[in-house]
């Protein structure tokens, strides 16, 4: 059986001179510095701007998305994946002891983006129409995470893990619609609101979401022609 990272494995200091390239308010790149910053690895962040991809980029993404991690000999994509490895590569695991409950943290981490999908489409929405219908996809969907949820203040109890960075950024915007526009997407959801609740104020979170989020997000918005925009 191998073990999870084999003692000639370079992998670990690979990790040190490694560049995730970013995006200042892509979710899923917040997923991967929350996952960082847990395990006490600190990565070099290089930002992109997505509307102007570079060409050293696209020519080694396959999915021309971010987060990506550059380790110097390997282009790492899909912010799941490069959570994995990080946890891997440092002391200590983000994940839960047992093998089922790993699968469904790793079930739940990927259901994150029926989430992250439909709150960035509502936020960004150029009409009450298309708002209500993203909203309703949104709301769909985090009533089937409040209705599978067994555990507080995280997903499997007291240890944050790899699944609580993939919602922790769907958190944080819904505390900015809240706290902004008065949108409350967990009306409803006691379970979510304690989640929420937790994730928000995890020094991790805050850390990747500095001071000007709130900033760029209502500039990504008035970029992007939102009826929310201010
Ligand atoms: N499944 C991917 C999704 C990443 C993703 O969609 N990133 C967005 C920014 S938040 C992106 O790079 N968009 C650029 C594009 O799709 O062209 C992951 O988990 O890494």
């Known amino acids: 059986m191998l073990d999870a990272i084999d003692p000639t494995d370079q992998a670990p200091t690979l990790l040190k001179d490694s560049v995730l390239i970013s995006f200042p308010i892509c979710p899923f790149v917040a997923r991967a510095r929350i996952v960082a910053i847990e395990k006490g690895v600190d990565i070099k962040v290089r930002f992109i701007d997505l509307a102007n991809k570079p060409s050293w980029f696209l020519e080694r993404s396959p999915t ?15 912010s799941s994946v490069i959570s994995e490895f990080i946890d891997e590569c440092s002391d200590g695991s ?3 002891a047992l093998a089922a409950d ?3 943290s790793r079930a739940w981490t990927e259901y ?3 989430l992250l999908m439909p709150q960035y489409m509502m936020m960004m929405a150029g009409s009450q129409a298309e708002m209500d219908q993203h909203r ?5 969907a985090m009533g089937k995470i409040e209705a599978a949820l067994t555990a507080k203040p995280y997903f499997n109890g007291d240890d944050f893990a790899i699944v609580d960075a993939a919602y922790a950024p769907v958190f944080v915007r819904t505390a900015f619609l809240l706290k902004t526009r008065s949108i409350d997407l967990l009306v409803g959801l006691p379970k979510l609101q304690y989640w929420a609740a ?6 991790s979170v805050c850390q990747v979401h500095g001071p000007d989020h709130y900033d760029q997000l209502d500039e990504h918005m008035a970029q992007r022609g939102s009826i929310l925009a201010g």
């Open 64 to 78: 021309g998305t971010v987060p990506a991690l550059d380790t110097g000999t390997h282009f790492i994509f899909e």
């Open 94 to 96: 983000l994940h839960p």
């Open 102 to 104: 790993r699968a469904l």
């Open 112 to 114: 994150a983006t029926k």
């Open 136 to 140: 309703t996809t949104l709301r769909t």
């Open 198 to 203: 937790a994730l928000t104020e995890r020094h």
